[in-house]
């Protein structure tokens, strides 16, 4: 069965980095698109990067030039780095293979102020 587990979260100060890792068993990873999602209290969950097969990768909202999505085949584990981490950042991040139903149960992110 297909497993990813997110993990690296926890409370960070404004300003301050995280780095979380999705590692996937259960399947072969290599060709999937990767995506890393967050939902804050309230909201609905929303794309924040993705990374092709190829490295491809897709910034859709703010956090352009913030954070950095990769990934390692060997590892089969797709990261997301965050830099200067703001209290907006805060909710839990979830990682995905894209165009499936295969989510994480994701990791808490809490900046304060």
């Known amino acids: 069965q297909v497993q990813l587990v997110e993990s690296g979260g926890g409370l960070v100060q404004a300003g301050g980095s995280l780095r979380l890792p999705c590692a996937v068993s259960g399947t072969i990873f290599t060709f999937y698109t990767m995506g890393w999602y967050r939902q804050a209290p309230g909201k609905q969950r929303e794309l924040v990067a993705s990374?092709?097969?190829?490295?491809?990768?897709n910034y859709p909202g703010s956090v352009k030039d913030r954070f950095t999505i990769s990934r390692d085949n060997a590892k089969k584990t797709v990261y997301l780095q965050m830099n200067s981490l703001k209290p907006e950042d805060t909710a839990i991040y979830y990682c995905?293979?894209?165009?499936?139903?295969?989510w994480g149960q994701g990791t808490q992110v809490t900046v304060s102020s």
């Open positions: 995905r293979i894209d165009r499936t139903n295969n």
């Open positions: 990374i092709t097969s190829g490295g491809s990768t």
